[in-house]
């Protein structure tokens, strides 16, 4: 797999009615993403409400997408879960389905020490069927994989990369000391993934993505090629819609712009709600700006 630049966590749409998979829905944000220049899909994710989706539409959405991509760029899926039996098993879950990697998040809530983290994804890499890609997401798992364990995983053939979320460039530099031909280093984190990319980081793994592809792809090569001008002036750009989505929780405020575009329904699945009406305003303000809408008064 070549892992570079901007790789979409995609949101998954769901039909109001039935609260189903609506992967007519999923076609077009994916066929949408290849066509702006997204180099890999996260399908599955945290983004794309994997927790609540049931076993069998884990397997549906993730095949779906592999058919729908048909080898035109990687296709990581989410599997990480609260235990290692688990995990293994989604992971397998997402191989039979025909995923590229797995994007394995540290265990929320649970807590593990650093020797469990490391045995963690040891199990996973050699049990669970596809390449592993670490992600470390403390603001959400209250877990945070630390750099002297990712440099002890990262020699592991089954492992692949990780997923840094955390903002401070003191990690990312960490990180960065660790990366090699088999070992890749994205941003996790929007805001910051310029000077990520910048200092050496291979790319983001990106929610403003969903909304913004193209330009987040164009960020992500001005960075890696060195030319500081113009990716801060992407990064400038973005950064109304960096505020946006952090509004409220991941994905809330995705799904609300995805369906001012005309993708999908804004309908997520409880405990999540759709986005609450006094940041409507600021969300069409940025479309606007962005140039993703005719007028900020339009898709009330």
């Not at 592999?66 to 293994?88: D, W």
């Not at 995983?153 to 000391?177: F, Q, S, Y």
């Not at 291979?202 to 030319?227: E, T, Y």
Request: charged share 20%.
């Amino acid at each position: 797999m070549n892992l570079s630049g901007s790789i979409c966590a995609v949101a998954t749409p769901f039909g109001v009615a039935e609260d189903a998979l609506d992967l007519e829905a999923m076609g077009r944000l994916i066929e949408h993403q290849l066509q702006a220049g997204t180099r890999g899909l996260v399908i599955a994710g945290s983004t794309g409400e994997g927790a609540a989706l049931e076993g069998e539409e884990f397997s549906e959405l993730v095949g779906f997408a592999v058919r729908k991509v048909a080898g035109r760029v990687p296709v990581l899926a989410g599997t990480g879960m609260q235990s290692t039996r688990k995990t293994i098993a989604q992971t397998r879950l997402a191989a039979a389905a025909g995923a590229d990697a797995a994007l394995v998040v540290t265990p929320a809530y649970v807590r593990p020490t650093q020797d469990g983290l490391y045995r963690h994804y040891v199990e996973v890499a050699e049990k669970g069927g596809l390449p592993v890609m670490l992600y470390n997401v403390p603001s959400r798992s209250a877990c945070d994989l630390l750099p002297v364990t990712v440099a002890r995983l990262c020699t592991h053939p089954g492992v692949i990369g990780i997923k840094e979320a955390r903002p401070e460039a003191e990690r990312m530099n960490d990180l960065l000391a660790l990366k090699s031909a088999d070992f890749c280093i994205f941003s996790g984190d929007d805001p910051t993934c310029a000077r990520a990319i910048a200092a050496g980081a291979d790319g983001v793994i990106s929610v403003a993505a969903n909304v913004a592809p193209a330009a987040m792809q164009g960020l992500c090569l001005a960075a890696a090629d060195g030319r500081g001008e113009d990716a801060a002036n992407a990064d400038r750009a973005l950064q109304g819609l960096y505020d946006l989505l952090g509004v409220e929780p991941n994905p809330i405020p995705v799904k609300w712009c995805l369906e001012q575009l005309g993708f999908c329904a804004n309908h997520l699945r409880l405990p999540l709600v759709p986005l609450s009406a006094a940041y409507h305003a600021q969300g069409k303000r940025v479309l606007f700006e962005l140039g993703l809408i005719q007028s900020a008064q339009a898709h009330a």
